[in-house]
């Protein structure tokens, strides 16, 4: 029998999980009823009459995204106030009711085709949780009205990239309680949005465990399989006397993936992380907030500690009353953007030669075709758990950052590893990391020097990497 760490080891994302990796960072539009009440959480009374956007442009919304480097957005569809953002033939509870295009209106098609135009990739956020449809709380009654709700949205709008099921639920003790058919909800997506990952309440992409924008040191992607169903809240009050539950790794734990971990578990999978966090305070957008927009500088930490830690990015940018990205959060995704573009541009490894006594990989004789593709990737014999890297640039280069890469297609494999750089002949270490998978930003000191070296330190069964760039 393979032992559970070969087995995470080798444990692998899916295409679908693959394909929105690689999206590293896209954008939450929370707009909705709460626009115009100026609430978090509607309660469901509020009536349609309130949503009037008055120069409502998801094209506004798409040039933001694009500005920013977003490759995707995720609209809340419905929110926790059971307001439908599209006509659904299945309540009244809608745009259709409101004034806004005389009831004609769809924002739903609006922003896809807006998405569909910019060559952005579109998303769901539809909440379980439905604080007006009256069926809420019945069982099977709401379970069909919301996969009827979520089969419009799957048919009608193009290909999704994502389903996004929050967790929230505030009816308290005394309040509704609804059982979530969530096998049928997937099996629903998995039948009409294949390639559609399903995140938080879902089997593909799991919640980073805060709302503060927050990484952990080592981002697993491959965690303990019970993790999975740590979000269904449903499910998880059943358990809240279940001691078997409560030792369970819960979502906000720093350590999810360490051997240590995984040792224990009785099974693992692939679930990568996702950083969700709003641009402002609120998720939906208040006037009042207008000053407190992230700066750039706390934007760019995050963006660093999740995209280069591991995870991916879900940045909340709320559309005002007006139906457009208010300005000081335009102005801020432009910087952000002009930010990465400046950063990240000119890898100074392109075309540098990489070599590695400990090489099986793409070539024998040990060296490492530094493509930007990612295709071709480095790799020693199995079992191989410690191993260098040298990459020459041939001249002295100034750099202070380095973005590493596993072939995460193998596996997430390296637990500890460190960077040198070569000073008078010396080995100079100049960072030290311990998880990297889909994408480490390794940030030092200015540093120059003409050879650089990786060492791993510690790995699974062998490290890979695809993935090697330098930058000033
Ligand atoms: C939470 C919700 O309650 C918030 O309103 C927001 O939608 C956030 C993304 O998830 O659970």
């Known amino acids: 029998m393979v032992d559970i760490i070969t087995k995470a080891a080798n444990t692998a994302p899916s295409k679908r999980q693959y394909e929105w990796q690689k999206m590293e960072f896209y954008g939450f539009a929370h707009f909705g009823m709460n626009t115009f009440t100026e609430r978090e959480w509607g309660d ?20 933001a ?38 009831g004609e209106g769809d924002v739903v098609r609006e922003v896809s085709d807006a998405c569909r135009k910019g060559g952005i990739k579109f998303g769901i956020y539809l909440s379980p949780w439905d604080r007006h449809e009256p069926s809420y709380g019945s069982g099977e009654e709401y379970n069909t009205f919301y996969k009827n709700q979520l089969r419009e949205l799957m048919t009608n709008y193009g290909e999704l990239f994502c389903l996004w099921f929050d967790g929230a639920c505030g009816e308290g003790k005394n309040g509704k309680k609804q059982e979530y058919d969530w096998e049928g909800y997937y099996a629903l997506i998995r039948e009409l949005q294949p390639n559609a990952v399903i995140n938080i309440c879902g ?12 990484c952990r040191k080592s981002e697993w992607s491959v965690v303990p399989s019970s993790m999975v169903d740590n979000e269904k809240t449903a499910e998880k009050s059943q358990h809240e006397d279940d001691a078997a539950f409560a030792k369970k790794v819960d979502s906000t734990d720093e350590d999810l993936g360490s051997r240590a971990v995984i040792e224990k578990a009785k099974d693992c999978v692939w679930y990568p992380c996702e950083v969700d966090t709003s641009i402002r305070p609120g998720w939906f957008y208040h006037k009042n907030q207008d000053r407190k927009v992230k700066s750039l500088k706390k934007l760019i930490r995050i963006y660093e500690s999740s995209v280069g830690g591991n995870a991916s990015l879900l940045l909340n940018i709320p559309p005002d009353k007006r139906g457009l990205i208010a300005d000081a959060d335009v102005k801020r995704l432009r910087e952000f953007g002009e930010y990465l573009r400046n950063t990240y541009s000119e890898n100074l490894a392109k075309g540098a030669a990489a070599h590695s006594d400990e090489c099986e990989g793409v070539s024998t004789s040990g060296d490492m075709a530094l493509t930007e593709s990612g295709e071709e990737f480095w790799k020693p014999a199995d079992g191989t758990e410690k191993a260098e890297l040298t990459v020459d640039f041939g001249e002295k ?23 040198y750089a070569e000073k008078k002949g010396k080995w100079i270490r100049i960072f030290s ?36 760039e330098v930058y000033r």
């Open 44 to 63: 469901g009374s509020e009536s349609p009459a309130l949503f009037n956007p008055s120069d409502f442009d998801a094209d506004q919304w798409i040039s």
């Open 65 to 102: 995204v694009k500005a920013a480097g977003m490759t995707g957005l995720i609209l809340t569809a419905k929110h926790h106030d059971g307001f439908c953002l599209w006509p659904s033939a299945y309540t009244e509870h809608s745009v259709k009711s409101s004034p806004w295009r005389n």
């Open 203 to 214: 089997p593909d992409v799991r919640w980073c465990g805060n709302e503060a924008g927050k």
């Open 397 to 419: 280069v100034q750099f202070s950052r380095m973005v590493l890469g596993e072939h995460i297609l193998t596996g997430q494999r390296v637990e500890k590893f460190g960077i």
């Open 433 to 468: 990391g311990t998880v990297i998978g889909y994408k480490k930003i390794c940030k030092f000191k200015k540093t120059k020097a003409s050879k650089i070296k990786i060492v791993f330190e510690q790995s699974r069964v062998c490290p890979t990497l695809s993935k090697l």
